[in-house]
């Protein structure tokens, strides 16, 4: 089960922190990370982190001003980012795959978190 929270209206240029409790019992394994989808588009990858936190791997429309990071204490990954543009503006969605592998969370998500708005204003 996967509970985001953080999301709102954001101005261009701010930033933002998205996180994403895990309430399951396979924190400490699964790869995390983040999609998003804007109005009439597909759901895209944002971002991910391994199950030991050892490797990440990002869209290349977020890299350099995202980046995922998790909390094993708190059962939280999260999802920050600067240089915010009106084309972030997107439902975000914290995803959980099984397999802990970053590549294998691109191509099979195992759980949704329900979404959240983030809304970037110029």
């Known amino acids: 089960h996967l509970v985001e929270s953080g999301g709102g209206l954001v101005q261009a240029g701010d930033s933002l922190r998205l996180s994403c409790v895990h309430s399951?019992?396979?924190?400490?394994?699964?790869?995390l990370g983040w999609f998003r989808q804007a109005p009439g588009k597909e759901r895209e990858f944002v971002g991910a982190i391994s199950w030991n936190g050892l490797s990440t791997l990002y869209a290349d429309s977020v890299q350099g001003r995202c980046t995922v990071s998790k909390d094993n204490s708190k059962n939280t990954v999260y999802l920050d980012c600067n240089s915010l543009k009106s084309e972030d503006t997107a439902v975000y969605y914290c995803a959980a795959s099984l397999s802990g592998s970053i590549y294998q969370l691109r191509r099979v998500v195992d759980g949704w978190g329900s979404g959240i708005q983030v809304t970037v204003t110029s």
């Open positions: 399951g019992s396979t924190f400490n394994t699964d790869a």
